[in-house]
Nanobody
Framework: QLQLVESGGGLVQPGGSLRLSCAAS????????IGWFRQAPGKEREGVSC????????NYADSVKGRFTISSDNAKNTVYLQMNSLKPEDTAVYYC?????????????????WGQGTQVTVSS
């Protein structure tokens, strides 16, 4: 059974950092694209970042470029999202998702496996 489990969310002050983890089971990362998405209250879900099968290509939303870094550890079957210089507008539930393929897209309609989400709150 394919499963994605996020962890690492929490409360952090503006300017702080968090690292989110997405642990995959039931499939191997090297055949899937993994994406991070977020949804704030009253807003649509938006793509944050994604990483290709094997980790060779990444993509970021303009709002997080230079602050967030996505990476993968195939040995641990885990994808990470390092979030630095966090802002209150980064507050949201963060989800990781996967689809079998190679295109580093943040079009959420192509992702067919989703985790349960982890809350990130940036507040003083």
């Amino acid at each position: 059974q394919l499963q994605l489990v996020e962890s690492g969310g929490g409360l952090v002050q503006p300017g702080g950092s968090l690292r989110l983890s997405c642990a995959a089971s039931g499939f191997t990362l090297d055949r899937h694209v993994i994406g991070w998405f977020r949804q704030a209250p009253g807003k649509e879900r938006e793509g944050v970042s994604c990483i290709s099968s094997g980790g060779g290509r990444t993509n970021y939303a303009d709002s997080v470029k230079g602050r967030f870094t996505i990476s993968s550890d195939n040995a641990k079957n885990t994808v990470y999202l390092q979030m630095n210089s966090l802002k209150p507008e980064d507050t949201a539930v963060y989800y990781c998702a996967a689809f079998r393929g190679r295109l580093t897209t943040m079009n959420n309609s192509v992702y067919n496996y989703w985790g349960q989400g982890t809350q990130v709150t940036v507040s003083s």
